[in-house]
Every structure is written in C-alpha cells, then in structure tokens.
C-alpha cells in the first residue's frame, strides 16, 4: 500500500530538496511545507465522530476526531517533519526512536527509543523522509508493534521500489505516503536519483552539505 502523491506543489517542493544548490536553511524550509502537504494526505481517511457545537447564532453539527495521535520522528532526519505535523495535530504526543545505519552493512542501529503511553489506541505517523533498503522503516514498525502498536501510517519523502517492497513483505498492512517513487539503490545503498543523506542537508553535517 504505497501512496505516490501526484500533488504539484509535493511535486515542486522534492524538486527544492533534490538540488544540490539548496542550503541546508532552504531544505529545511521545503521540508516543512512538504511534509504539511503530505500531512493532509495521509490524514484524509481518519475516523470522526459527530459533535454538537454551538456558534453565536444557534446550536450545529460539528466534528471530533476519534483517536488520539502520536508522531514518532525516526532520529534524526525524521525530526524535520516534526512540526509540521503538530502544526495540524497540536495535542499530539511524540515519541522518538534513534536508528543508524551501518555504512557497511546497511543495517539499522538502535540507540535511542522513547514512547507515549496507549500506543495501542492511537493513530499513529511514523516520520521519517527516507526509505532506502527498508531496514530502518522495518526496525521502527518492530518495536512500535512490540509495545502494541497498531494503527500506524509510514510518512516518507523519498522511497526507492526495494525498499517499499521490503515494507509490503513485513508488514502490508501499513499504508506509506511518499512524495517520490525513485529509481533504486546505488552500491552504496543510497536512493537514486534520491536528494542525498536527508540528516546531513537537514543539519548541515555533510561535508557536502551547502
Ligand atoms: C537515513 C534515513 C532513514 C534511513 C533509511 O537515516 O533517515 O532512517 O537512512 O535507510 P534504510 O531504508 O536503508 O534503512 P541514517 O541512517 O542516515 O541516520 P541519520 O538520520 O541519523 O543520518
Ligand atoms: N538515507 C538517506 O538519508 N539517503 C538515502 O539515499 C538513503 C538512506
């Protein structure tokens, strides 16, 4: 269940974050109003439920959404879609999870997790812009459905074919909203034509960032 959003200004905001003319500022920038977009996207099938709201003029039908929300950025580069989501889910509570993966292996490293309770209950968007092998989506999704997860939708950026189909394998109940289906992998594991390591030209950390 892999949604490639077709929406022109998603469409025009990748474009920002793939050039290596953008400045780290710029790419921060583009990522946010990105990810608000993507948050109306993956958003737009959350159960409500009916109120009774009453205006200056007389009493009316309002709506409610049904579940709490949790945001959980996948440490680091997940953290820039952060508020952009709280922008539109202002009671939402966020818990983090630190993965990295090894140059070598590609596999993801755990080093940091922290969880709101009732996991269980909420809806729950799991943040980060990249999905390359799928090992650290695949990782993430293990230990939220281990502390009873249920409800979670995966919020990407950029994903490459192997990696979303390493998504499906394990768990093809989880919808992933991505702005970009690319190419593939290169040897090194990085997403072609991609935008590069997302942390870096998020935090400036690259030797190559701008
Ligand atoms: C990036 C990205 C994903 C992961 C994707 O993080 O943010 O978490 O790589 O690759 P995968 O699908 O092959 O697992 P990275 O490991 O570079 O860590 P960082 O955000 O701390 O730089
Ligand atoms: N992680 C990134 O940040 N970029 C890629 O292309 C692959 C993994």
């Known amino acids: ?12 905001e990748i474009t920002v974050l793939r050039s290596t003319e953008t400045t780290s500022a710029a790419f921060r920038d583009a990522l946010r109003r990105v990810s608000q977009l ?13 109120l009774t709201v009453t205006t200056p003029l007389e009493r009316t039908r309002g709506h409610a959404l049904d579940r709490p929300v949790i945001l959980v950025p996948v440490l680091r580069a997940g953290l820039g879609m952060v508020d952009a ?20 292996t590609l ?11 009732s996991l269980e209950t909420a809806v729950i ?12 989506a695949v990782a993430a999704l293990r230990l939220l459905r ?7 939708r995966l919020i990407s950026l950029v994903s490459a074919p192997e990696g979303a189909r390493a998504l499906e394998a394990a768990f093809p109940e989880v ?27 998020i935090f400036g950390t690259g030797a190559e960032t701008r």
Do not use: C, W
Request: charged content about 25%.
């Open 38 to 50: 993507l948050v109306y996207e993956a958003s737009a099938d959350l159960a409500t439920h009916e």
């Open 1 to 12: 269940m892999t949604h490639v959003s077709k929406h022109p200004l998603i469409q025009r």
């Open 107 to 117: 596999e993801p490293v755990e080093y940091y997790g922290k969880y709101p309770a």
């Open 125 to 136: 968007f799991l943040l980060d812009p990249m999905l390359a092998t799928g090992g650290s």
């Open 146 to 152: 281990a502390r009873g997860a249920r409800d979670v």
């Open 175 to 201: 919808p992933v909203y991505t702005a970009a289906l690319d190419r593939g992998l290169n040897e090194k594991g990085y997403i072609v034509p991609g935008l590069g390591d997302a942390g870096d030209r």
């Open 85 to 104: 989501f709280l922008d539109m889910f202002p009671d939402a509570r966020v818990g983090h999870v630190g993965l990295y993966r090894n140059e070598e």
